[in-house]
């Protein structure tokens, strides 16, 4: 399979050290109006992606969510789904996530079987990713829904072993996730870890919530910084961490 557009971009920013900065936006807290302030901010500050989903949807927000983001900028929008029922054609490309990390085969493969024909038909790019959840302090959503256990947070070599194995098996990205609202986010020694495994890009996010944190990511070896719920909260936090990942790219050249 050719890599689609965007992971063909990920995969040359991978080689070139570029990173990259991704906005989650949870349709349940968002409405038409703050997704344009939103589009507006993430064109001016130079985001990347935008990522839509979470792991438990309470609206029917999804598809105006995506359909709003995309009619004000031309920054890909990328579906992060919760299961299967969290599909919108209108995105540009969808996280196919296999928990790695878990031992629920719901979330391994069972979800994914029920997905296929439907994303077959779709004109989404498909990035086959390898979810890794990381213990951050308490259970978060994602933990408790999809009803695995997270890697401990100290454990480092767990989680370049597991990164290791999902890789091997042809997944094309890793994604290390704290958990949305996380305490604590991925330590950078489990960051650094991973990145010293694995030849793929290696996705980032789950409780930063201050610019030192996507610093301290960045250093590790994040290729994409993911936040949401810091940017809902404080939303000059997206262009301090923009500035930050500005920086550290043209130091690159
Ligand atoms: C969660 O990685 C994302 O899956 C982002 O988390 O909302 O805590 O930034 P936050």
């Known amino acids: 399979m050719n890599p689609g557009k965007i992971l063909h971009q990920l995969l040359l920013n991978r080689t070139s050290g570029r990173r990259s900065f991704a906005v989650l936006v949870d349709p349940d807290k968002t409405n038409p109006p703050a997704c344009l302030q939103l589009s507006r901010a993430a064109l001016e500050n130079r985001v990347d992606f935008f990522l839509v989903g979470g792991s438990l949807l309470t609206t029917t927000f999804l598809n105006s969510t995506v359909r709003t983001l995309k009619a004000n900028s031309n920054i890909p929008v990328i579906l992060f789904p919760g299961s299967n029922l969290h599909i919108d054609p209108s995105a540009d490309a969808i996280l196919l996530l296999s928990l790695i990390s878990g031992r629920n085969p719901d979330f391994l493969i069972g979800q994914h079987v029920i997905a296929a024909p439907v994303l077959k038909k779709s004109k989404l790019e498909i990035l086959p990713t390898g979810y890794m959840l990381i213990e951050s302090g308490k259970p978060t959503t994602v933990s408790y829904i999809s009803n695995t256990t997270p890697i401990p947070y100290d454990k480092p070599e767990v989680a370049a072993c597991t990164a290791m194995a999902g890789e091997m098996l042809g997944l094309q990205l890793i994604y290390l996730d704290a958990g949305s609202g996380a305490q604590r986010p991925v330590s950078p020694r489990t960051i650094a870890a991973v990145r010293k495994?694995?030849?793929?890009?290696?996705?980032?996010?789950?409780?930063?919530?201050?610019?030192?944190?996507?610093?301290?990511?960045?250093?590790?070896?994040?290729?994409?910084?993911?936040?949401?719920?810091?940017?809902?909260?404080?939303?000059?936090?997206?262009?301090?961490?923009?500035?930050?990942?500005?920086?550290?790219?043209?130091?690159?050249?």
């Open 197 to 253: 495994s694995v030849e793929v890009p290696v996705v980032v996010g789950g409780g930063i919530t201050t610019p030192q944190a996507a610093e301290e990511a960045l250093q590790a070896g994040a290729d994409v910084i993911v936040i949401g719920n810091g940017i809902e909260k404080d939303p000059n936090l997206l262009v301090e961490v923009s500035e930050r990942i500005s920086a550290y790219n043209k130091a690159l050249l």
